[in-house]
């Protein structure tokens, strides 16, 4: 179940790719089909990695570790790519159909598929071990999340608060991966309306997110 989601491979190169590719210009309201909405802040440019996201992905199945990984790699679709500032933050958000990977993730597989990015990044990034985890509710939908502070192996220099969050939808899971540069930019993402499915619009986190933990 850890590595349904996506490698660690997958988000950084989408990362590398959203910092160099031109940013278009679409409505700031997104719409998937898997069964959500989010409205991104006016002032982030969003980049279309259509074009780009088949070759990242290949290159990740065909260097998975495992069939795990290699099915959520395949499987693993960006509804979302923006990015915003300079220093760059980055907000990547992914789709996992269950149609793809031949299983449902239920509301209690949500701490052990969310955490499996989390382990994922240690491969690139130095992550403090002082990680929040926590599960609150927006609707009838679940969500898990995990906030912690980190730098790019590659570049220490280069310190983010990076921040998950994960819900089941009946269609698939669904994740918003920020790697914020400064605590402004996180606050920004963490109150974009989000819709899951037929619940009203809510932020994506509210200040109580943390207060139960998994």
């Not at 402004?184 to 619940?199: K, Q, R, Y």
């Amino acid at each position: 179940m850890k590595n349904l989601l996506l490698s660690a491979t997958l988000i950084l190169s989408c990362s590398s790719m959203l910092a160099q590719a031109p940013a278009v210009v679409p409505s700031q309201v997104h719409t998937n089909s898997i069964g959500f909405s989010y409205i991104l802040p006016a002032d982030w440019e969003v980049v279309d990695m259509q074009a780009s996201y088949p070759a990242i992905r290949d290159k990740v199945v065909k260097e998975a570790d495992n069939p795990d990984e290699k099915l959520g790699a395949s499987c693993s679709q960006p509804a979302i790519t923006a990015r915003h500032g300079n220093p760059v933050s980055i907000l990547i958000v992914m789709v996992v159909p269950f149609s793809c990977i031949g299983m449902e993730i239920s509301t209690k597989d949500l701490p052990e598929f969310g955490s499996g990015v989390s382990t994922g990044l240690k491969k690139s990034f130095d992550l403090s071990p002082d990680s929040v985890r926590g599960l609150y509710s927006l609707g009838t939908h679940s969500l898990w999340i995990e906030r912690t502070k980190g730098a790019l192996k590659s570049n220490p220099g280069m310190k983010y608060t990076v921040e998950t969050a994960c819900s089941n939808l009946k269609k698939g899971a669904v994740c918003w991966m920020v790697m914020a540069a400064d605590d402004a930019t996180l606050g920004v993402i963490e109150h974009g309306a989000v819709t899951l499915e037929s619940d009203a619009a809510a932020a994506l986190v509210p200040a109580n997110a943390f207060a139960i933990k998994p």
